[in-house]
């Protein structure tokens, strides 16, 4: 109790901070309902409660999360010195969050998966393509926090840094699909990846969206490895990129490694890919967060 009067002794304006972020927080969650169902070119009520249409719940929740995720980044930070300062931070960080989780949407669409029109498939029902369009969004927003809490404050040198994570992101993101597609023909006499998410192979996708969000969370580790340098853009935008190349290989050599050791006696491409095993996909999906997660935090 000592405590909490001394945290409101410190900062008396705490509760009416906690209200605007709040406030602010979900008008700006049912402004990604809103944003989604235009996406897709739908009415999001009917489409959740009257269709059970899945695949975009599935989507959306996604997005939602990747939101309340990078409004974290504004929320960890020093609050505002009045209310008005704090209302326009965190509107600022929430909208340009907002705008860039639906940019990461449109990027991993045309780079990533261009082999399959996705809001096509969510429509439609497709619940795999729906969960590696959940992941990506985590994880773009997982790099977009980290990008947030390292520059600090918010100017023009803070958009630049936070753009240049987005970028870097996404190019990751291309980066690792293009590897897993390589990786499914060698295991599969040469059938593609995208087809077989588009022929609605779940376990596959769970697999994928667990590589995808251990990307996530093994970049926010970089700013405790790079330092700041406001007007030094392309030396921290190369240091991000180095960085992330780094962690995606220890990934690549770390979690097949723990995977062996974990489930041993189970061949995971004939229980994954060949008998959408979903059990064995949601094992793999784990591992792969767990050894983001001990990588995080022993660099941290």
């Known amino acids: 109790m000592e405590q909490l009067q001394q945290l409101f002794s410190q900062q008396p304006n705490l509760i009416g901070i906690l209200l605007i972020d709040l406030t602010i927080a979900i008008i700006l969650l049912c402004a990604m309902r809103f944003i989604s169902g235009l996406w897709a070119g739908v009415n999001t009520t009917t489409e959740l409660a009257e269709k059970d249409n899945f695949a975009f719940g599935i989507s959306l929740a996604g997005s939602l999360l990747a939101l309340a995720i990078v409004m974290t980044g504004a929320i960890t930070g020093e609050a505002g010195t009045t209310l008005l300062e704090e209302a326009v931070g965190m509107s600022i960080y929430g909208v340009v969050g907002l705008v860039l989780i639906k940019l990461g949407r449109i990027a991993h669409d045309k780079w990533a998966l261009s082999g399959l029109d996705k809001v096509h498939e969510i429509k439609e029902g497709n619940v795999s393509v729906a969960i590696i369009d959940a992941a990506a969004l985590i994880a773009t927003a997982l790099i977009i926090r980290a990008t947030l809490l390292w520059a600090h404050d918010f100017d023009f040198n803070t958009l ?20 897993r597609e390589a990786s499914y023909r060698k295991g599969n006499q040469g059938a593609k990846f995208q087809d077989a998410i588009k022929g609605g192979q779940i376990a596959l996708a769970i697999r994928h969206a667990g590589f995808l969000i251990a990307i996530g969370f093994s970049l926010t580790a970089a700013s405790n490895f790079l330092i700041y340098e406001p007007t030094a853009y392309i030396e921290n935008a190369l240091g991000w990129l180095i960085f992330g190349i780094v962690m995606v290989s220890l990934l690549y050599v770390l979690v097949p490694l723990v995977k062996r050791i974990v489930l041993s006696n189970i061949n995971l491409t004939e229980e994954v890919d060949h008998q959408q095993n979903i059990g064995v996909a949601a094992l793999e999906f784990v591992i792969s967060i767990a050894v983001a997660l001990i990588l995080m935090a022993l660099m941290s």
């Open 160 to 179: 630049i840094a936070i753009l240049s994570g987005f970028v870097i992101s996404q190019t990751l993101l291309v980066m690792v699909t293009r590897l």
